[in-house]
């Protein structure tokens, strides 16, 4: 990861790029290309499965997005459930693989950003392991432009994460879009320029362990740009993956004391990182 002066250039950019936009886009990020193509080609042959073998382990297909997601590979409270079939054969050990992989990557940027926030070593990462990731393969079937129109369904409305940062990686599609932090309420596209690219955004988690100093960013998936202004067309499929990389369920996502003075007193409520996502399950599903 570079000298001293590389690896305080590369903390700062992270920190105020996620401080401006909360959004970065990382390319040498040690996932090999070899390794992305291959996690799209097993989501694709995941998803492409008939929908009963899904069911077993995804949510209902339809023209909503399906998700499969992948949490600690330990975890007794919450069980990873895999697909029995055996063209998915080397699905889990590679997935199981690439969990690991996408934490140690989290894990680094954490570290990076205790030392562009003047936090002590080890003082994030304590809070994120274990138990700390989703790991989630994304389908969006192809939807007519007019239903997208229509309002009745969105590939995924404007929201920001829960837990501390995501990673993101998309295909060639479009849509992916980020809210401009200068015009509240507008968005602008996050072009698929190539898919190694990893896209880093900060959660509602870091959000409020900084008290604010670090907003979560709002991104939604919607129609691509090159798609916008047709009338009759059919949106393609779309895949991505994100690992969203979460605080221990035990662990409060109250503002930590470095961020709390006389002038700025703490903004966010002393609540567990569960009880949040339950909070915030309970706003979205009733
Ligand atoms: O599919 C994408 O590009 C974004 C997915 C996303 O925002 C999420 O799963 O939280
Ligand atoms: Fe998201």
Redesign the pocket.
């Known amino acids: 990861m570079g000298n001293d002066q590389q690896r305080r250039q590369f903390a700062d950019g992270l920190l105020s790029g996620l401080i401006d936009t909360g959004f970065v886009k990382i390319i040498n990020h040690g996932l090999e290309k070899s390794t992305l193509d291959e996690v799209f080609a097993w989501s694709k042959k995941f998803f492409e499965q008939p929908v009963e073998k899904k069911n077993e382990v995804a949510n209902e297909p339809g023209p909503k997005p399906e998700h499969f997601d992948l949490g600690p590979a330990n975890d007794a409270e919450f069980p990873n459930r895999w697909p029995e079939s055996c063209e998915l054969e080397g699905f889990r050990p590679f997935m199981e693989a690439l969990y690991e992989k996408g934490n140690n990557i989290c894990l680094a940027l954490l570290a990076a950003l205790e030392s562009s926030l003047g936090l002590r070593p080890g003082s994030l990462e304590e809070r994120a392991i274990p138990n700390a990731a989703d790991l989630?393969l994304?389908h969006y079937p192809e939807i007519s432009i007019k239903e997208m129109r229509s309002g009745r369904t969105s590939r995924?409305a404007p929201?920001s994460?829960w837990g501390i940062i995501?990673l993101?990686f998309?295909d060639s599609t479009g849509g992916?879009e980020v809210e401009d932090r200068t015009r509240p309420g507008a968005f602008f596209p996050v072009e698929p320029v190539d898919t190694t690219e990893m896209i880093v955004n900060a959660g509602d988690t870091l959000m409020r362990w900084t008290n604010g100093r670090v907003v979560a960013g709002v991104?939604q998936?919607t129609i691509p740009e090159g798609l916008k202004n047709r009338s009759e067309v059919v949106l393609p499929e779309?895949y991505?993956v994100?690992h969203?990389f979460k605080a221990q369920r035990q662990v409060s996502i109250a503002p930590l004391s470095q961020f709390i003075t006389a002038d700025e007193p703490a903004k966010y409520p002393d609540i567990s990182a569960l009880q949040y996502h339950k909070q915030v399950q309970n706003l979205l599903f009733t």
């Open positions: 989630r994304t995924i929201h994460d995501t993101l998309q992916l991104h998936v779309r991505s994100a969203l």
